[in-house]
């Protein structure tokens, strides 16, 4: 009996609280009309964005995979290339950090776009800083910025950016950016989805396509610069090699053209030796020759290979909230005020307005 009771205090409560509500119509219509105009106001100013996705499934090799064809390869012709190193330092879920960095973005300023309205070619960075729509809201936050800023934080297109030392408005720049750009990596499947947001369908899409390209050939640069490297040094130790046996060649044609008919001990001495020597540079320009084989297959093998399950596109619905959306929110945000206002904080202001005119008669 003393829980229902309970349950139907509540429930009185609850009806009593709605019909002292409902009881204000017009105190209600007019938080409803003003919050409404407000989520017009707010929705009208928050520029439509639109984001482009790409899907990419990077190849999941391992040092040890890599270096075991390889090793397989040398063992064919008796090279041997020492014992496999297992990881990798850049895997998929450091990918985003990858995103984050300075050096990374700071590259997106020069990349030319065209907006899908226009016809005039700008940088990214100047697409972003004017032909934005900023909200009244953050109106105050640019002029105190202004007022702040210096005379010399200004940068022009084609002037290099340092990433080390960015200025006030690189710095926002790059945070802007940053906050367009997302990289979702599936733990499970390592399947990396790329999105770029912009208030320009064409201009997202464009700069996703960049951002992808950049980080391919990023991952690319890391896993063979080790190869790279080998495949100059081997590159120039071949033609070395070839120099040199060519030379003892020359000296070996010679030396037998000019002595056909001589049958002296000294002179056939000295023509075997030449020819000893042309035999051991042969020897060492074909080792050279292999080793050079190896390593332009290490640099393929190196190379990472991305599948790319969604290709950039133009996106043509916008992703951001709907302004619909944000108008109905505005609207029960005014209905909501109204129940706080008629239930609880009117009489609290009425209570305390009391308190401070009976301390002041006093």
Known sequence: MMGLQTNNTKEIDVVGALKKVLAEKRLLLKFCIVFSIIGVIVALSIPRVYTSTVV??????????????????????????????????????????????????????????????????????NHLAFDGKIPFWQYPKIWITKLLSDDDDEWAVGKPVDPFRLTRKQENMVKLIKSNISCLVDKKTSVITIGVTDIDPLVAAVILDSVKNKLQRYITDYRT????????????????????????????????????????????????KLENDMQLKYNSYSAAMQQLQISRQQVQINTPVFTVIQKPSVPTRPSGMPKAVICVLYFMLGVVLDGLWVLFIRDWWKSSRSCLKKRKEK
Not at 240 to 258: G, I, L, P, R
């Open 225 to 272: 610069s080790k190869a790279r490297q080998d495949l100059e040094y081997v590159t120039k130790m071949c033609k070395q090699c070839e120099e040199e046996y060519e030379d003892a060649q020359s000296k070996y044609a010679k030396a037998a053209d000019a002595n056909r008919n001589v049958n002296l001990v000294r002179v056939s001495s000295e023509i075997t």
């Open 56 to 125: 990419l499934a990077p190849e999941n090799s391992t040092g040890s995979s890599a270096l075991s064809k390889f090793g397989a390869l040398g063992s064919m012709i008796g090279i041997n290339v020492g014992p496999a190193m297992d990881g990798d330092a850049l895997y998929p879920e450091i990918y985003p950090d990858i995103f984050a960095s300075n050096d990374f973005i700071v590259d997106l300023f020069d990349v030319p776009v065209v907006p899908l309205d226009s016809i005039r070619v700008r940088t990214y960075y």
